[in-house]
Nanobody, 128 residues
Framework: QVQLVESGGGMAQSGGSLRLSCVISGFEVGGYAIGWYRQVPGEDREGVACIGADGGHTTSYGASVKGRFTISRDNGSNRAYLHMTNLKPEDAATYFC????????????????????WGQGTQVTVSA
């Protein structure tokens, strides 16, 4: 059974850090790009970060998180991570990981259209 499970969410103070994990099961993720997304109720889903499965593990970031968040992957353990630093109240959202799409993120990753499998999300709250 193909499944993605996110963890690591919780409460952080403004300026603090959190590290989200995404455990992928049911298939080998080594040949697929992986994305992280977030959504606030009533708002559109936002692309946070994407990492390709190419040799250089090319990464792409949303403008609002670039320089503060880092995406990484460990194909050996079928996991992906999102290290979030200098958190701001506007980073509060439910965060989702997604995969099972192309090898590379390309230019269409931002709205999530390239991915077919999604996790259930982990909640991040940031206090001012």
């Amino acid at each position: 059974q193909v499944q993605l499970v996110e963890s690591g969410g919780g409460m952080a103070q403004s300026g603090g850090s959190l590290r989200l994990s995404c455990v992928i099961s049911g298939f080998e993720v080594g040949g697929y790009a992986i994305g992280w997304y977030r959504q606030v109720p009533g708002e559109d889903r936002e692309g946070v970060a994407c990492i390709g499965a190419d040799g250089g593990h090319t990464t792409s970031y949303g403008a609002s998180v670039k320089g503060r968040f880092t995406i990484s992957r460990d194909n050996g353990s079928n996991r992906a991570y999102l290290h979030m630093t200098n958190l701001k109240p506007e980073d509060a959202a439910t965060y989702f990981c997604a995969t099972h799409g192309p090898l590379r993120c390309g230019t269409d990753w931002y709205d999530g259209r390239i991915f077919r499998v999604w996790g259930q999300g982990t909640q991040v709250t940031v206090s001012a």
